[in-house]
């Protein structure tokens, strides 16, 4: 079992940034791929920014230039630098990794940006 602990989101204004942190802890011996997704009310889960199998990164295009993902691999983390956020950037932001061929999710933290 894995298992994720998120921190990190809040309230802010638009212009203002926040930084996310997913720990993830318990049978990690092949973690595969690190990232986040959020999701707005009444809207599907979306990709934020992930690293690959091959330590690549990948962000969506709202996102790019705004946000960075970086991670520690000794501490299992990795975080969200959210830069400049807007107020369509409000959402529940989920931590996931891959471990082996299974996904696993966190509880999700919201963020919310006012305007």
Known sequence: QVQLVESGGGLVQAGESLRLSCAAAGSIFRLNTMGWYRQAPGKQR????VF?????TNYADSVKGRFTISRDKTKNTVYLQMNS???EDTAV???KVLVGPVDYWGQGTQVTVSS
């Open 93 to 95: 932001y989920y931590c």
């Open 46 to 49: 979306e990709l934020v920014a």
């Open 52 to 56: 690959t199998r091959g330590s690549n």
């Open 85 to 87: 956020l807007k107020p």
